[in-house]
């Protein structure tokens, strides 16, 4: 279970990697930006930002086009590279291209880090909507209580970790049906625990609906969670009170077994 970004040891940290991080998040943000672009974004001198692209350019991490400079395909190979280590992504892929396929919507696989929603993973389904939607939330962490797969999860977390994670990032509101108040969410996920599945009811987006159910290991700690997203026009009565929470709970469980195997197999006796 990581950190909050707050909770590190601020003696320990270095300025120049800070810079470092700040102008490649800056990058990311502006996707293309000239050295002139870069300090007024940051607020540098131009000595410092020279010097940090320099080194950035001399480790592979940024290139330059002309005057500009931009993010390098390494981040490609390194976010390819951490995905393909996760035991998530590793176990649930093949399932989660499986629900997509039978249900014909998008389907989802999100775990948690730093108190916020990470996609690993997303399959369209012929009849999905919503592709460049989708596409962005595989490029930018999210809150977690706005969300099926983030609120399966955190009907997973102990009280005092959900507690830690609403006071650092808030319950900010995405349309008029976010749960924004601490005991109604406090409740949502109560139910949420004792049912096994989730509920984004156009939480996040007006006209969209989730259903999604937690992973969790061997020992009960989740992993993450999955879900399946449509429009409220194809997501509603028994589709999604119990048809579609009985898909998302049973490929779950076939993660959940996924993994547990994986790990019992380094219970078997060395007979070499």
């Known amino acids: 279970m990581s950190k909050l970004p707050n909770q590190g040891s601020p003696s320990r940290t270095l300025s120049t990697v800070v810079t470092a991080v700040s102008v490649i998040r800056a990058l990311e943000e502006l996707g293309s930006a000239t050295v002139d672009d870069l300090v007024d974004h940051l607020d540098v001198s131009k000595t410092t930002m020279y010097n940090h692209l320099a080194t950035l350019r001399q480790t592979g991490l940024v290139v330059k086009n002309g005057n500009a400079y931009e993010l390098s395909l390494q981040f490609l190979l390194l976010g390819e590279f951490v995905r393909n280590q996760h035991i998530l992504y590793e176990a649930g892929k093949k399932e989660i291209e499986k629900l997509a396929k039978q249900t014909n919507e998008y389907a989802h696989l999100s775990t948690e880090q730093h108190g916020l929603r990470i996609s690993l993973f997303k399959v369209r389904g012929e009849k999905a909507v919503g592709d460049k939607y989708q596409t962005s939330k595989l490029q930018k962490p999210d809150y977690l209580h706005s969300s099926a797969t983030g609120k399966a999860i955190l009907s997973q977390l102990p ?14 509101g995405k349309t008029g049906n976010t749960i924004t108040d601490r005991d109604e969410l406090r409740e949502e996920l109560a139910e949420t625990r004792e049912r096994g599945y989730s509920y984004n009811d156009e939480e996040e987006v007006e006209g969209l609906r989730a259903v999604g159910a937690p992973i969790k290991d061997r020992d009960g700690s989740v992993l993450g969670a999955l879900s399946v997203s449509a429009p409220t026009s194809r997501m509603k009565g028994t589709q999604f009170q119990e048809t579609i929470p009985e898909m998302v709970t049973s490929t779950a469980n076939v993660i959940e077994v996924n993994i547990n195997m994986a790990d019992r197999s380094s219970d078997t006796p060395n007979l070499g």
């Not at 009280?159 to 900010?172: M, N, S, V």
Request: charged share 30%.
């Open 159 to 172: 009280p005092e970790r959900t507690a830690e994670i609403i006071d650092f990032h808030g319950l900010p």
